[in-house]
């Protein structure tokens, strides 16, 4: 099961689409609340709000997803019980929230509209609530016996072994040529054709790289520990010179232009580099004055 959130100002348009039913859509979760469409849940959602009218993101958006195969066989009720549990999970228990479910798709999911100032007048903080949404939705999983996104994950990543072999074979033997810039190496694995897709998160920044070969896309590190961002830009960056790489950059040449690297990757280079030169250290012989 999959959840995602977000802080949102469309209270009333994001309303109507969840309550739109050419999208076969059904109330599953009704808290603090007593209107029947989506004017009168806006005008009650308002009334709680209209005590912080400086904070005009105010009410929170989110996306509950069950797998298909899960989707396919709960009923309203279970599914009522998910968007319940993942409001606990996110601790807006004492929120105005309302959950519909949408079956237009194959994909069966819930949406969940909560208003981010609770019934006594605080405002929920919203730092990393994509990533909260996300354990949430995983804790929920776990409690009612669902699949949960890493059993998913590791299922899909057992069935394209094959597939993941075949792009670190080629990534290796790309390597073994010694390319001394990201560009070069990008188009090594084109040759080979494997498709090369830097990650750039909102800030602009790089945050790691994607794979696409024979139609599948993969993240370097579902391929291969040594395929994660970090470990190709220290590989590559070391070619360049003599010398061993010391400290992490915090900019690269990508595509012919100038990419930051997000703290994240930062983090993740500095990190190898302090074990390397721990490595070294311990290595016998290393310093030895023979």
Not at 77 to 86: C, N, T, V
Not at 153 to 167: G, M, N, S
Request: some cysteine.
């Amino acid at each position: 099961m999959i959840g995602k959130g977000h802080a949102i100002s469309r209270t009333k348009a994001s309303l109507a689409y969840g309550w739109d039913q050419e999208k076969e859509a059904e109330v599953v979760l009704k808290e603090h609340l007593a209107g029947d469409n989506p004017r009168e849940i806006t005008e009650e959602f308002q009334i709680i709000q209209s005590q912080h009218e400086r904070c005009t993101k105010n009410t929170l958006s989110f996306i509950v997803s069950p797998t298909i195969e899960d989707g396919k066989n709960m009923t309203s009720e279970g599914l009522g019980e998910i968007a319940r549990r993942f409001l606990i999970k996110m601790n807006l228990q004492n929120h105005q929230a309302i959950g519909f479910v949408h079956r237009d798709k194959n994909h069966t999911h819930i949406h969940i509209y909560a208003n981010r100032v609770s019934l006594t007048g605080e405002v929920y903080k919203d730092s990393f609530i994509g990533k909260r949404s996300q354990i949430a939705a995983d804790s929920v999983a776990r409690e009612l016996g669902l699949k949960r996104v890493r059993e998913v994950q590791q299922a899909r990543l057992v069935e394209l072994q094959h597939h993941r072999k075949e792009v670190q074979f080629i990534h290796e033997k790309i390597l073994q040529t010694k390319p001394k810039s990201l560009d070069e190496y990008i188009q090594k694995m084109q040759v080979h054709r494997v498709k090369v897709i830097p990650s750039i998160n909102r800030s602009r920044q790089l945050q790691g790289f994607r794979f696409e070969y024979n139609g599948i896309n993969l993240k370097g590190s579902e391929i291969h520990r040594s395929m994660s961002g970090n470990k190709i830009i220290i590989g590559i960056s070391q070619n360049n010179s003599i010398t061993r790489l010391k400290e992490p950059p915090c900019s690269l040449q990508l595509l012919s232009s100038t990419v930051q690297l997000s703290t994240g990757l930062i983090n993740k280079i500095a990190k190898d580099l302090i074990k390397q030169t721990i490595k070294r250290a311990l290595d016998p012989g290393i310093g030895m004055g023979y």
